[in-house]
């Protein structure tokens, strides 16, 4: 720790953490399920631009996708507050002419703005720059570093116990005392 302190950070100017994977990787952990959903999901289909899902089959494909990749599942209403937030709209529309259906309009170059625009313009899929043109250019800087291993030993503090008053159980000691008036002066 003494030298981690003595370290001269004058110099040290900070920058922008760059895109590694690990960034990715964390920046994606934070975002609540169903948009890591809705990534995965748009990101798996081919086609790009708009298109219409019922809303009760979104949920359940977000409701099996949760459960192959061990994750929370949000309520219907919950979820569908959470696909608002990036862009994702939906409305009633009549189905066959008679039963309205609630539908989500996916419009995925919509859903990629606002992601941007929440700061994962990082992620792979929504990134302007490849990945790999991001890693060549400066994963040269990246690629090894050396990190000094201390060897510091381990102090560990023992927890102290202060001693302890007696404490004395006053009704008890109560009960074991003759009172002070005995029957014969109950008498008198």
Same mark, same amino acid.
């Given at each position: 720790m003494r030298y981690l302190l003595s370290r001269d950070?004058?110099? =040290?100017e900070p920058q922008e953490i760059p895109a590694i994977k690990m960034k990715v990787d964390i920046m994606r952990d934070q975002l609540p399920s169903p948009i890591r959903f809705i990534i995965n999901y748009i990101t798996s289909r081919?086609?790009?631009g708009t298109s219409t899902q019922s809303c009760t089959s979104l949920y359940q494909k977000y409701f099996e996708w #949760?459960?192959?990749?061990?994750?929370?599942?949000?309520t219907s209403k919950v979820a569908g507050k959470k696909f608002s937030e990036i862009g994702i709209e939906s409305k009633q529309v009549r189905i066959g002419g008679r039963k309205r259906e609630w539908q989500y309009t996916?419009? #995925?170059?919509k859903i990629i703005a606002k992601l /941007?625009?929440?700061g994962l313009g990082d992620i792979e899929? =929504?990134?302007d720059t490849l990945q790999d043109d991001i890693s060549?250019?400066?994963?040269?800087?990246?690629?090894?570093?050396d990190i000094p291993i201390f060897n510091v030993p381990e102090t560990i503090l023992q927890k102290i116990i202060p001693p302890q008053p007696e404490c004395h159980n006053r009704v008890a000691? /109560?009960? $074991?005392?003759?009172?002070? $008036?005995?029957?014969?002066?109950?008498?008198?």
């Open positions: 950070l004058s110099d =040290f081919a086609e790009d #949760c459960g192959e990749n061990g994750e929370k599942i949000l996916l419009d #995925c170059s /941007r625009e929440s899929e =929504f990134s060549t250019n400066k994963g040269s800087q990246n690629e090894t570093t000691d /109560r009960k $074991n005392k003759p009172s002070p $008036n005995t029957s014969k002066d109950k008498k008198a």
